[in-house]
């Protein structure tokens, strides 16, 4: 099983089997600049939470209106 840090290296892997046959489950939750999604391995049935921190955005384009 890889660590937290380990899988940052690789997060399109899963952290118990390395396959990546893995794919989101359901919508991303979110909280004040914080978001979450689970995601699950189609191979080992392996379940965990992908965590993500807003750090800013970028390319912002007004609009017509």
Do not use: R
Request: charged residues 25%; proline residues 3%; glycine residues 10%.
């Amino acid at each position: 099983m890889k660590t937290s840090e380990e899988y940052l290296t690789n997060p399109n892997e899963c952290p118990n089997c390395s396959s990546g046959n893995i794919s989101a489950v359901g919508d991303h939750e979110m909280d004040s600049g914080l978001s979450w999604q689970q995601v699950e391995c189609h191979d080992c049935g392996g379940i965990w939470t992908d965590m993500y921190k807003l750090i800013g955005y970028e390319d912002f384009q007004k609009g017509d209106k």
